[in-house]
């Protein structure tokens, strides 16, 4: 046959006749049904956003208790596409091969510095919240559910310690949310701690289905505080399961505005995971209270540190707690991380909610107005600091010119908002408050930053020369002077206090391991590729290693004014959870745990940011 065909081809081919074949068109019917298959795909993918994501129906779970005030209609996800959002990194810096070797020497060390205080946590306080890192034992300040072993579950994925990541969820399964009585919640602890950490975990972990159910258990618990008649949470409460008693929870009419703004993250990521969005309703609808109070406080653009959220059928259920006293708006405890949020949770919704965008360009002027300054500094250093306004009702604004550690998450905030939202302003003042903490840093003898300080505010932002009077008169004022510049009586001053210059006071000298400084030093690495944030970042390192290492772990000491500050015994799960966390990302590649592809929430637990 093959002979056959062959000879007529060639028979053809040399005769120079053109060959006819017969073309046979395709069924109708094929066409159709391949047209249709292409448009279902193409609009499949279009809509994906309106799916939810849980495909096992166990990842829904009934309430632990029926509810006392549940709300009528869900408040769901945002459906439309997401927003184009810009990227956040800046393209991985060249490295010559010496520089390389002395980042992976840094980002080896790093690691080591935690495997010292995991191992003292294994040793002594294994499944416990705390390790006592000085005297061994440990502590239960969140109902002894493991708090360091969930907040370390992402850093150890991170760091590539699968063995030790195994092992903690081994002991994770033993945790029981749900059944343990009497125990106190502190909701946004545990919510940014345990439940991020669980969250995080689940994400890096590629899916371990002990993680999502660990979590299901726990928002079980924690999402009763949101069953109140306003639906504005309770911060604090007794849990039990069988007392329903004990679960008959009341709005606060004295609730830190911190606790009410960040819980969006958690509660939102875990709502796309399972695509139960009674989780984002619970936030959303504290949220929308916010963002219409907003600009009708004292400070418009930003809310007060003490809130009242009792308020039931009226139109904005907040209000002050105390409206005839004095009012304190911050950036930094009792405030800090619901401004932080609103950024992250715009990109966690896909730029898909506009209001987060709103809420922060409505407060950032406000901020930059009221609270930021600039320090008067040996060097004349051009940074800012972040303080507080105090705000009366029958007297002018003053600016508190205080500036907290817990602060030094601003520049960070502000240069990822940058960045996201074309703000090319915000990212020059994110590196002069990023600046401004590293220069707290240096300024002291240890090399490392007080809890709290008073500095010298600048008269002049643009000119700000060295004063060594000013500096006595902020010393004479913060000091209990009497307004009689006395310098013999402030040096006394300055001698006992051991003031650095610029400081007028340290208000608490102690260092608590916390980590918002490295937090914004390593978000200014990856935006700008500025070796000097990683040159500074490993001065931060070294300082906090030598003055808080213990045999078993590190500890929070008394005075960062001291030389030799006595240890205090306390090791918070932040230490392991988010500071040295940030110092290990600061020498990693670029691609780990990308900014472009992961939100942080508050604890450091990195989110998947959904595509």
């Known amino acids: 046959m093959y002979s056959v065909l062959a000879a007529e081809e060639y028979r053809i081919l040399t005769s120079g006749q053109v060959p006819s074949y017969t073309y046979t068109r395709p069924p109708r019917k094929l066409l159709r049904t ?26 829904i779970v009934a309430p632990l208790q029926p509810e006392k005030f549940p709300v009528s209609k869900l408040i769901g996800l945002p459906r439309q596409r997401a927003a184009k959002i810009p990227k956040i990194q800046h393209a991985p810096a060249s490295e010559t091969r010496t520089e390389r070797k002395l980042r992976e020497a840094r980002l080896q060390e790093v690691k080591e510095t935690f495997l010292h205080a995991w191992t003292g946590y294994r040793k002594e306080a294994w499944g416990k919240d705390e390790l006592r890192p000085v005297n061994g034992g440990h502590k239960s300040p969140f109902c002894g559910w493991a708090a360091t072993l969930v907040d370390s579950l992402d850093t150890l994925l991170i760091m590539g310690l699968h063995s030790e990541f195994e092992d903690a969820l081994l002991e994770l399964e033993k945790v029981d949310f749900v059944t343990t009585e009497g125990c106190q919640i502190n909701l946004f602890e545990m919510t940014i701690r345990h439940l991020g950490g669980l969250l995080s975990a689940y994400d890096l972990s590629g899916g371990r289905k002990v993680l999502i159910e660990k979590a299901l258990e726990l928002a079980g618990v924690l999402f009763t505080a949101f069953d109140t008649e306003n639906r504005m949470p309770t911060p604090h409460f007794e849990w039990s399961l069988n007392d329903t008693r004990v679960n008959d929870h009341k709005p606060s009419n004295n609730i830190v505005v911190a606790v009410l703004g960040s819980l969006s993250l958690e509660f939102t990521r875990l709502s796309q995971i399972t695509g139960n969005e009674k989780y984002f309703d619970g936030i959303q609808r504290v949220i929308n209270e916010l963002e219409k109070w907003q600009t009708k406080t ?21 209000r002050p707690s105390f409206p005839d006293a004095e009012e304190t708006f911050t950036l930094g405890a009792l405030a800090d991380s619901t401004y932080e949020y609103l950024p992250k949770e715009y990109m966690l919704l896909g730029g898909r909610s506009a209001s987060y965008r709103n809420m922060y360009e409505r407060f950032v002027p406000v901020a930059k107005k009221h609270l930021f300054f600039r320090p008067m500094t040996v060097g004349d250093h051009d940074i800012l600091l972040a303080g507080s306004l105090v705000v009366s009702p029958n007297s002018p604004p003053r600016l508190n010119p205080v500036f907290e550690h817990l602060t030094c998450f601003t520049g960070g905030m502000l240069a990822i908002a940058g960045r996201i939202f074309s703000r090319p302003e915000d990212i020059v003042d994110g590196k002069k408050l990023t600046d ?31 004063d060594a009077e000013k500096w006595f008169k902020g010393v004479d004022w913060s000091t209990g002077g009497q307004g009689k510049l006395e310098e013999d009586v402030v040096r006394d001053r300055i001698r006992y206090y051991k003031l650095p210059p610029g400081f007028a006071m340290v208000n608490d000298a102690r260092y608590l391991l916390r980590p918002e400084a490295i937090e914004s030093v390593f978000i200014m690495w990856r935006i700008t590729a500025d070796p000097f944030y990683p040159t500074a970042g490993w001065d931060m390192f070294k300082s906090i290693q030598a003055h808080c290492t213990t045999a078993l772990a590190h500890s929070a000491i008394d005075s960062v004014l001291t030389a030799t500050p006595q240890k205090s015994d306390e090791m918070e799960s932040f230490w392991l959870a988010e500071t040295i966390k940030y110092f290990y990302l600061l020498y990693s590649e670029p691609s780990v745990i990308s900014l472009d592809e992961y939100v942080l929430n508050t604890e450091a637990h990195p989110l998947k940011r959904p595509r």
């Open 34 to 59: 391949l047209l249709l298959i292409a448009f279902l795909t193409f609009l499949l993918w279009q809509l994906r956003p309106y799916f939810a994501l849980a495909l096992d129906p166990t990842l």
């Open 298 to 318: 004292r400070l418009p653009g930003m809310w007060p540190t003490m809130v009242d959220s009792s308020l039931v059928h009226q139109p904005i259920a907040l």
């Open 436 to 466: 401004g903490c590293i220069w707290a840093y240096k300024n002291t003898i240890t090399g490392i930053m007080p809890e709290t300080l008073t500095a010298v505010p600048c008269e002049d932002e643009e000119v700000c020369l060295w």
